[in-house]
C-alpha cells in the first residue's frame, strides 16, 4: 500500500528574469516501510522536492503549477496552512543536511524535541520531557537525560545528527524525508547514522526518501532509487537494476564516475560540462549537450518518462539494445589494454 502518492508535481520561482521550472511533472509512489534514494547532481532539483513535499518554499517567489502530493488520501496541497503545520513533523518530518542549521542554537535539545511533541500529541509538559529523554536514548544518545539539558553547540556533529533525527522520529511520521543526513559527518559518523536510520526504519515502519550523493550508501540502504536532472525524474528503477544496466545515459555517467566501479588502470569517464540553466533549457533532452552518446532524435523532444523493462523506466530515446552497445564500446575504449 502506498503512504505517499507524488503526481505529475511540477512548480518553480517567479523570478525577474523569468520562471525557473525548479519542478516539472514528478510523478513516484512510497510505500509504507520502503526506503527510496533521490539521486542527482548538485541543480537537479532533490532539495527543491523535498522542500515542496514539505510546502516549505516561501510563496512567492515558489509557486505550485499542477499536481498533487497524497498522503493517505490527502491532498496536502489542498490543505489550509494550518492544518499543514500539522502535517509538518507529525505525517511528515525531515532531518535536513546540517543540524546546526536545523536546532535552535538557544534552547537544549530537550526542549526543541518536546515542543514538537506537545504540537502534535497534545500532552503535558512532564509527559512530553519523558517523550524527549526516550527518543534520544533511542538514538543511541548515552546518559538520555543529562544530553537533554544540552544546547546544540555543546555536541559534536554526529551527536547533533542523532537529536536531528531523534526530533523527527518522536512523532512517529508516516514518512522521514532525508535530505543528505551524513553529509557533514566524518566516516564512522557516517556509518553509525546509517545504521541508526536503517534500525529505526525497520522498528517503526517509517517510508523513507533518502537524498544523497553517495551511490554506496544507496546501495545499502535504498530498494529504489530516483535519478532527477534539470527539475525532471529522468530514471526510475529498484537498486539492483540500476547498478546492473542503467537505461539513462546520465545515470551510468554518475555510476561512472564513481571510482571504486572503475576498473584498474581504466581512465575515470566524467561528465563533462555543468547542469543546464533552468531559465534557458535545451530543445529536447536537457542533458544531450553533456550526453556522450547524443544523437540527433535528442534534440527533437523532451523524452517521457516510458517503462523500458518491469519495473525500470527512463527517459532516453536510444533503445536499450543500442544504448548497451555504445556503454559497452566507451567502456571499453577508456579499459587499459592487456
Known sequence: ???????????????????VPALNGVSFTLDEGETIALVGESGSGKTALILALMRLHPTPPFAYTGGRIMLEGRDLLTLPERSMRQVRGGA???????????????????????????????????ESRKVAVSALGEVGIASPE??????????????????????????????LLADEPTTALDVTSQAQIVELLKELQHRH???????????????????????MYAGRLVETASVDDIFAHPQMPYTWALLQ??????P???????????????????????????????????????????????????????????????????????????
Not at 503512504?3 to 517567479?14: M, N
Not at 546546526?100 to 502534535?120: D, K
Not at 537524498?211 to 532509487?225: C, E, I
Not at 564516475?257 to 572503475?262: G, H, L, N
Open 1 to 19: 500500500m502506498s503512504t505517499l502518492i507524488v503526481d505529475e508535481l511540477s512548480g518553480g520561482f517567479r523570478l525577474p528574469a523569468g520562471t
Open 92 to 126: 511528515i518530518a525531515t532531518v535536513f543536511q546540517d543540524p546546526m542549521t536545523s536546532l535552535n542554537p538557544v534552547m537544549t535539545v530537550g526542549a526543541q524535541i518536546a515542543e514538537a511533541v506537545r504540537i502534535h500529541q497534545k500532552v503535558s509538559r512532564d
Open 264 to 338: 584498474r588502470g581504466a581512465d575515470l569517464i566524467t561528465i563533462p560540462g555543468q547542469p543546464p540553466n533552468l531559465l534557458d533549457l535545451p530543445r529536447g533532452c536537457s542533458f544531450s549537450p553533456r550526453c556522450p552518446f547524443a544523437a540527433d532524435a535528442c534534440g527533437a523532444a523532451v523524452p517521457p518518462l516510458a517503462e523500458r523493462f518491469p519495473g525500470h523506466s527512463a527517459a532516453c530515446v536510444l533503445e536499450p539494445a543500442e544504448l548497451s552497445k555504445r556503454q559497452h564500446d566507451l567502456e571499453t575504449e577508456v579499459s587499459p589494454t592487456p
Open 146 to 175: 543529562a544530553r537533554a539539558r544540552a544546547y546544540p553547540h555543546q555536541l559534536s556533529g554526529g551527536m547533533r545528527q542523532r537529536v536531528a533525527i531523534a526530533m523527527a522520529l518522536a512523532c512517529r511520521p508516516k514518512v
Open 257 to 262: 564516475s564513481v571510482p571504486s566501479r572503475t
Open 205 to 227: 515502519g517509517t517510508a523513507v526518501i533518502l537524498v544523497t550523493h553517495d551511490l554506496g550508501l544507496v546501495a545499502q540502504v535504498a530498494q529504489r532509487v530516483l535519478v
